[in-house]
């Protein structure tokens, strides 16, 4: 008779974790995006200014970069991860922004040009 191995259905626990813990790390991605999208929303509409955006992602970032890695705390240290990466994708809406406006002109001017041909053409 063979044995059977038994499948563990349970991950393996870091030690130390939480169960909110274990949570924020699986979701820390999806709600860096949410908090992006949300303030991203905010700046478009203009209830947010733009240099206000910037100067508080900057701070976040370099805050993050300065203490938030040195965190003991795994949660926090995922707290802080999540807050820069929102505010890094925040800081790239102003950025995206200027290029999707400088695609719209471009593609506007090349429609221009090409009514002004199409009309000089008929023209006899």
């Known amino acids: 008779m063979v044995a059977s191995a038994r499948v563990i259905d349970h991950p393996v626990l870091e ?3 939480t169960r909110s ?6 979701n820390r991605t999806k709600i860096a995006f949410a908090v992006a999208l949300a303030e991203a ?8 200014s733009r240099p206000g955006a910037l100067f ?9 970069f300065w203490l938030g890695r ?12 999540t807050a820069a990466v929102s505010q890094a994708l925040v800081a790239l809406v102003p950025a995206l922004l200027f290029v999707v406006t400088a695609i719209a002109v471009v ?6 040009i ?11």
């Open 41 to 48: 929303i905010l700046l478009v509409v203009g209830a947010v």
């Open 70 to 81: 040195k965190f003991q705390s795994p949660f926090a240290r995922d707290v802080a991860w």
């Open 15 to 17: 030690h130390g974790s």
């Open 107 to 112: 593609a506007i001017a090349i429609l221009a």
């Open 21 to 26: 813990g274990r949570w924020l790390r699986r």
């Open 114 to 124: 090409v009514a002004l041909v199409v009309l000089f053409s008929r023209r006899r």
């Open 56 to 64: 508080v992602a900057v701070l976040v970032i370099l805050g993050y």
